[in-house]
């Protein structure tokens, strides 16, 4: 057919795809719709993941190291995220390893705040009035009928994480998955980075000991080497 037939139907295409596009960026906070004037504009989510992107920079090869050991001791799929701004969470790093059944959301995605595991790593091994501030912040979102939304649970959760040794998401973002994280410490002491591992709930209970032991062992390799300060009651390999 004559260019001109075509040309309608491409301008079409173009435009839902760019619009297709700038909704997913607004679903993220990169940028920003205002209905009256019908325009986008940056969101400061956008300056928070690039910010978070440079500041982990200088530890991915150490990152990348560590969590592909841990990938290849465990079978199972590991991931890197780093706490931004928004106290969402950031992938800088996947650890794949051939599974089909579990899903690895790639580097760039952000997990909500409120996605289970890496939420409670980050919050279980603060200071009680940090703790404490940071639960009277929290809006839950029950993401499954397992997710806790209530914050005296909650609070008994995370202290429970730190007894054991780790934070687990037992189907609490995603059913029939399990999640253990742990968080990895700056040199200042804050949260900066929070290392996981996910795998199929089924069967998983007779390998959580060996995947808890191994992801310490991770988080330990990691702070010894960008000299994180971890509270004294972290837990080691």
């Known amino acids: ?47 928070a993941d690039t910010t ?33 701004a928004d106290v ?11 599974d089909p059944c579990v899903y690895m959301a790639p580097v760039g995605y952000r997990f909500p705040p409120t996605a289970a595991a890496q939420f409670k790593a980050r919050l279980a091994w603060l200071g009680p009035a940090q703790q404490a501030a940071a639960l009277g912040a929290w809006k839950p979102v029950r993401h499954t009928r397992t997710t806790i939304v209530e914050r005296e649970a909650m609070a ?27 968080p990895i410490f700056d040199r200042a002491g804050e949260v900066a980075m929070i290392v996981s591992c996910a795998a199929r709930a089924d069967g998983f209970e007779r390998r959580e000991a060996q995947a808890a032991r191994a992801l310490a062992g ?17 837990p080691r390999a």
């Open 218 to 234: 991770c988080a330990q390799e990691i702070h010894v080497a960008i000299d994180g300060r971890p509270p004294v009651d972290f």
């Open 88 to 98: 969402a969470f950031l992938v800088v790093l996947t650890a794949h390893y051939p």
């Open 52 to 84: 978070a992107a440079l500041v982990s920079h200088p530890y991915l090869p150490v990152l990348r190291a560590a969590s592909d050991r841990l990938a290849d001791a465990l079978g199972l799929p590991c991931t890197v995220c780093e706490a931004i």
């Open 1 to 47: 057919p004559p260019r001109s037939t075509l040309f309608p139907y491409t301008t079409l295409f173009r435009s839902s795809h760019c619009y297709n596009i700038l909704r997913t960026l607004a679903q993220s906070g990169w940028v920003l719709y205002e209905p009256g004037d019908r325009l986008y504009r940056l969101g400061p989510s956008l300056a």
């Open 156 to 182: 008994r959760d995370l202290a429970a994480s730190r007894a054991r040794g780790y934070a687990a998401s037992r189907g609490e973002f995603v059913d029939g998955f399990v999640t253990l994280a742990l």
